[in-house]
């Protein structure tokens, strides 16, 4: 509290503070406005981004090329197989002799995914109740290998469905699916909670740095520096309006991802707005903290284009699991915001959960917020040097 | 009673990357009441109460680092200054509230417009256009026909009449002017000194810096600086009476050999180039303008024009600067 006493030493009525904020809040919003690029970035950017990646990365898979090892040449493999076959995802290449024929049929043929069945498959399945099916596929590209065996593990289940209900025995067939090249995939891929993380932290703190630095370069910072205003009220109102910004950004980016893109939104709204809200924060207060350290637009810009972003859309688990990277990425993941943000917006949006699921991601970010807002607040500089 | 005082301030600058000394910026000391006037390593810096203060030197004299360390801007190395009484690290903030400073860029918001930045910079300061119009009334009447015009699409004149608005409306009793008339026509140079007069007659102390001699006689008070050091420092008056040298001004057909050869002539002691002449001083009383017509012509030199003159302020600097280099 000591520092913030500092800007306190003879305090000015409150209306007049007050009125020095709104003008100033003013001031901020038409130099969003007046600058034709800003607004573009700002308003527009989002909505491109949300409609390229919800297109671009297109999770349909169809007519998908399998192949099949079945040693059993049973009635229950040729009944899964012919499941299969009359989805539209899946198309038959061939049948395999060997199970060291697998891997290069992937490597010459194309083959998306490889349905292998024990032996003795049927007779297994009516006696012990258990039988067993792998599905191998393709690791590498590891959004379409989870979707595959999903949609795969889904018809089985369909057809095990179908013989309970036919013959009412206790079957049990258990898919064992295998990611040939990326065996350790996990989590639900969904994008546009990773959208959502990575826009905010655009708009919020590249846009926050900039506008400061902008004053420092057009040299009105010196003019702001010489008087008697707050740098807590100049900062506020830099802040403002970019959170007013992120919040219609964050409202656009959830309608058009539940009424063109279809993704639902299963838990509930007011947690999904609560993580966003704190997630800004923390955005705004990184900005604020990069604004501290540079005098010149263009570092500004460099800073967190370059040094936040990269991380921000490759470490936080957007574009690629983090299970799957190497242990040292996986440290530094835990520092990038976004992670957090993307794991409570899933946890929010995608598996419906409450809030005692977020209850850690929330801690941490908060943490983060307070963090870099007091480091900030710290290092800004009430002179030129 | 002063209001700017300032005593064996200095600020060095050092390259950040090799820790080189890149040269000082500013060194201000001595004794303040060397009643002579003489240079030595003496002097300090005092300015009056409702005075124009004139810092008057070449790029690079240290002019904006002064004003940045008067303004608060900048932490001397060392030294100390005061300003309206408060000293400029400790109270900074009491200083803060009641200077003007303009900086030597044009530094108001380039999108909004000539009414929005008076608007934006009243706040700043707790006041409102309404309050203190009176002040700024006689500047602000020739800009507040393109009120509605962003101050980007402003002339350079009506740029810094914008600014001096900004800076004057809530009532300062110093205001810093860092190259108020840089970039600007001769008619609105003309036009901001009559003024910075009225404010004066308001009782506001000005402290302005210049790079153009012309200037200084406009002053109250200059003081000549050069590679962060005072030269010195006197009303424009004093200055001009206390050259004591012979001051010839030299022209011919061929300026540029006419420069050289006048460097040659052992009786002649500096030369420079003043606007389409050379100034020289006499060193060699005996030295007469005929017998130096004479040396010229018979080095090639045609229409050789040699009258007496009077010093300005800037033949002072020159003679006062170029024994330094």
């Known amino acids: ?385 | 009673m002063s209001v700017i005082e300032s005593k064996n301030l200095s600020k060095n600058y050092f390259s950040a990357k090799s820790g080189k000394f890149a040269g000082i910026g500013l060194r201000l000391s001595g004794d303040p009441k060397s009643p002579s006037g003489d240079l030595g390593d003496g002097l300090c810096f005092e300015v009056d109460k409702g005075e124009i203060y004139g810092i008057i030197g070449p790029d690079g004299a240290g002019k904006t680092t002064l004003f940045r360390i008067l303004t608060t801007l900048l932490l001397p190395d060392s030294g100390t200054a005061t300003v309206d009484g408060f000293d400029v690290v400790k109270d900074f903030k009491k200083i803060r509230s009641r200077v003007g400073y303009m900086p030597g860029r044009f530094s108001l918001y380039q999108d909004l417009t000539v009414e929005e930045n008076l608007k934006v910079f009243a706040s700043i300061f707790n006041t409102t256009i309404e309050e203190n119009y009176h002040l700024i009334k006689d500047i602000y009447q020739h800009i507040e026909p393109f009120k509605t015009r962003r101050a980007g699409a402003l002339s350079g004149g009506m740029k810094q009449k914008l600014a001096l608005s900004c800076a004057l409306i809530h009532k300062p009793s110093v205001l810093f002017l860092d190259e108020p008339t840089t970039g600007v026509d001769p008619v609105s140079r003309k036009e901001f000194w009559e003024m910075l007069k009225k404010l004066k007659s308001e009782g506001i102390t000005i402290l302005v810096s210049t790079p153009y001699m012309d200037e200084a006689s406009l002053c109250d008070r200059i003081a000549l600086i050069q590679n962060g050091e005072f030269l010195t420092i006197d009303s424009p008056q004093n200055i001009v009476n206390k050259f004591n040298k012979i001051l010839w001004s030299v022209h011919s057909n061929n300026m540029s050999k006419l420069l050289n050869d006048l460097r040659s002539h052992a009786g002649v002691g500096v030369c420079y180039a003043f606007g389409d002449t050379h100034h020289i001083t006499v060193v060699d009383e005996k030295l007469t303008i005929n017998t130096l017509s004479d040396f010229l012509q018979e080095k090639d030199h045609k229409d050789v024009v040699i009258s007496k003159i009077e010093a300005t302020v800037e033949d002072c600097f020159m003679e006062l600067a170029i024994p330094k280099n």
């Not at chain 1, 290449?93 to 060291?100: A, D, H, L």
């Not at chain 1, 006696?127 to 018809?155: C, E, F, K, R």
């Not at chain 1, 469905?161 to 891929?189: C, F, H, M, R, W």
């Not at chain 1, 740095?209 to 008087?227: D, N, P």
Request: aromatic letters at 10%; hydrophobic letters at 50%; a positive charge.
């Open chain 1, 1 to 385: 509290m000591k520092f913030f006493n500092r800007w306190h030493e003879k305090q000015p009525e409150k209306p007049i503070r007050m009125r020095q904020f709104i003008v100033f809040t003013q001031k901020e919003f038409k130099h969003i406005f007046r600058d034709r690029w800003t607004t573009l970035i700002l308003l527009v950017l989002p909505i491109l981004m949300i409609i390229l990646f919800g297109f671009g990365i297109n999770t349909e898979i169809k007519n998908t090329k399998f192949a099949v090892y079945d040693p059993s040449h049973d009635v229950a493999t040729q009944g899964i197989v012919n499941k299969l076959l009359t989805s539209e995802y899946f198309t038959l290449s061939e049948f395999v002799n060997t199970p060291n024929e697998i891997e290069n049929i992937f490597k010459e043929k194309g083959i998306g995914l490889v349905v292998v069945f024990s032996e003795k498959f049927y007779e297994n399945l009516l006696h012990t109740g258990d039988a067993q099916v792998q599905l191998i596929t393709d690791g590498t590209d590891p959004n379409t290998a989870s979707i595959l065996t999903a949609y795969a593990s889904n018809l089985i289940f369909s057809y095990q469905q179908d013989l309970i209900s036919a013959q009412d025995i206790p079957y049990q067939i258990k898919p064992e699916i295998k990611l040939l090249y990326n065996p350790t995939l996990k989590g639900v891929y969904s994008t546009v909670p990773g959208i959502i993380g990575v826009i905010l932290i655009l708009i919020c703190a590249m846009m926050t740095s900039i506008s400061i630095a902008r004053e420092k370069e057009q040299g009105t910072m010196e003019i702001l520096l010489v008087s008697p205003m707050k740098p807590i009220v100049l900062i506020l109102a830099k802040v403002v309006p970019f959170f007013c910004i992120s919040i219609v950004n964050l409202v656009t980016i959830l309608l058009l991802s539940v009424f063109v893109l279809e993704v639902p939104i299963v838990g509930s709204l007011f947690l999904l707005i609560l993580v966003s809200l704190l997630y800004i924060f923390v955005a705004l207060s990184i900005g604020l903290l990069i604004s501290s350290v540079v005098d010149k637009q263009m570092v500004a810009l460099l800073i967190s284009g370059m040094a936040l972003m990269l991380p921000f859309v490759y470490l936080s688990g957007m574009m690629f699991p983090i299970e799957s990277m190497p242990i040292v990425l996986q440290w530094i993941s835990n520092i990038i915001p976004a992670k957090w943000f993307i794991i409570a917006m899933r946890n929010i949006m995608i598996k419906g959960l409450g809030f005692s699921s977020i209850v850690k991601e929330v801690a941490i970010l908060s943490f983060m917020a307070l963090f870099f807002i007091m480091l900030s607040l710290k290092k800004f500089k009430l002179r030129l040097e």
